[in-house]
């Protein structure tokens, strides 16, 4: 007979799922009252308790914060929004933590959270990051970036690389069908309505596919991050669900008209193909030809893509110009702090005051790694790079030397995938949204933990 924490484990996602709806379409109904936007806040806490932190498993959770990340309509109330110190996802965050925290301290289970390299690198970068906070414009900004690098991001990576290899698998599986859950959402949403379905009211007036998770950037690197994910997933399984699944997120990724994200994209199928053997990699090419000719006859579709590829860049203040004029600012400002910067989530505001032109104080750095190094000095951006670094060359050691075990395919899928969100990184300031230590550190997380176990295969 199942006991009720048999129950509740099986049936959280479902439950959590139908609360998040309702409060998606009870939050349309009231948007415009104080009262309704504290009421949609009330029932999006009491779904968190529906996790039963101390019942449910960690995979579960991690389940739970991907539909956060994916389903919660951050962009569409400013009470929800992810800049904000507390919202759904730090709170699910810290739901894990304390479930940790629980376990270990409290009723001294053998957690397996044991150390690696990546521990004490990590120390080191939130020490940097903690020392730069003390020449931070806004301090707590700065505090606020660190808390989310722990809750939302290093503790990510720690649950991930302790989970068992089939339990990552069963994540890999689930952020794919998720995520392509929510580009079909944006696909039928900017086809369709081009506005919020939703919230009518809500135009999705920048032409280029938005989703729940709003800014088209910000969907052109999660998406294409994942999408080889949900390609290796069909060639390990061969169920004909993930060839549909990479079908919608590709048209997803068009969409967005990130020619960053399309980049990225390519240089992750060079990547893709260089490990795929000679069969895999005919079959590939097939599959990408076929495609390649249906979304040729597709004219509209084609003529739009066309036109972003080659649009012109000639004014002073393209996205391009930009980008380019922003390298002398940052080198400008880390000059005047080179070892530990301007304090995390500050680069805006140093760009704000040593730009020399208006134009370009109202604009990011649209760089991540420039970012970074404002934010944090050549100290913070050094031991950065020092953990990326490990965990790819790791991995990739792994990758060489282990193509005969049955997880190969996920660890190509979850190598790409992380080398196409730090490529992708370097045309967006991807480091100046909360959910950039989410997505960092989950890719960490399943690179580490999807190569673990590989001394036992053999």
Request: proline share 3%.
């Amino acid at each position: 007979m199942l006991s009720i924490n048999n129950v509740l484990r099986n049936n959280i996602i479902i439950k959590l799922l139908i609360v998040i709806f309702l409060s998606y379409v009870l939050g349309a109904v009231f948007v415009s009252s104080t009262i309704g936007q504290i009421f949609v806040l009330v029932i999006l806490f009491f779904s968190l308790l529906l996790v039963k932190t101390f019942s449910s498993s960690y995979d579960s959770i991690i389940t739970i914060i991907l539909i956060a990340v994916f389903f919660i309509p951050f962009s569409y109330f400013p009470f929800l929004n992810i800049f904000n110190v507390l919202n759904p996802v730090v709170l699910l965050g810290i739901v894990l933590a304390s479930k940790v925290f629980y376990e270990k301290f409290i009723i001294k289970k053998q957690v397996l959270f044991q150390s690696d390299p990546i521990d004490y690198l990590y120390l080191a970068f939130i020490i940097s990051a903690l020392i730069s906070t003390l020449f931070a414009i806004s301090k707590l900004g700065a505090l606020n970036w660190v808390f989310y690098s722990y809750i939302t991001g290093f503790l990510i990576y720690k649950v991930l690389t302790n989970l068992k290899t089939e339990q990552i698998v069963k994540i890999v599986k689930l952020i794919v069908i998720i995520a392509t859950l929510c580009s079909f959402y944006g696909i039928v949403e900017f086809l369709l309505f081009r506005r919020s379905l939703f919230l009518p009211e809500i135009r999705v007036g920048t032409g280029r596919l938005t989703s729940c998770l709003g800014h088209p950037l910000l969907n052109g690197i999660i998406y294409t991050s994942i999408w080889p994910l949900s390609y290796i997933c069909y060639l390990q399984t061969k169920k004909r669900i993930y060839i549909l699944t990479s079908f919608i997120l590709i048209v997803a990724i068009l969409l967005t008209f990130s020619r960053g994200s399309w980049l990225a994209g390519l240089i992750g199928l060079f990547f893709l193909f260089s490990f795929l053997n000679f069969r895999y990699k005919l079959r590939s090419l097939l599959a990408f030809l076929i495609l390649g000719l249906i979304f040729s006859v597709i004219s509209p579709l084609r003529q739009e893509v066309r036109d972003r590829i080659f649009q012109s860049e000639r004014k002073s203040f393209s996205s391009w110009n930009i980008r380019i004029k922003s390298i002398p600012i940052a080198f400008q400002i880390v000059k005047e702090r080179p070892f530990f910067g301007g304090g995390p989530f500050n680069a805006s505001r140093y760009k704000d005051r040593f730009a020399p032109e208006f134009e370009l104080r109202k604009t990011s750095f649209e760089n991540s790694y420039l970012g970074l190094l404002v934010d944090l000095g050549f100290v913070g951006l050094s031991i950065f790079i020092a953990i990326v670094i490990f965990v790819l060359w790791k991995c990739l050691l792994i990758l060489c030397a282990g193509k005969s075990s049955p997880y190969y395919f996920y660890r190509v899928g979850s190598f790409v995938s992380l080398i196409i969100l730090l490529v992708n990184m370097a045309t967006f300031n991807f480091d100046s949204y909360r959910l950039f230590h989410f997505f960092l550190w989950f890719y960490l997380g399943l690179n580490i933990g999807l190569t673990k176990d590989y001394k036992n295969e053999n």
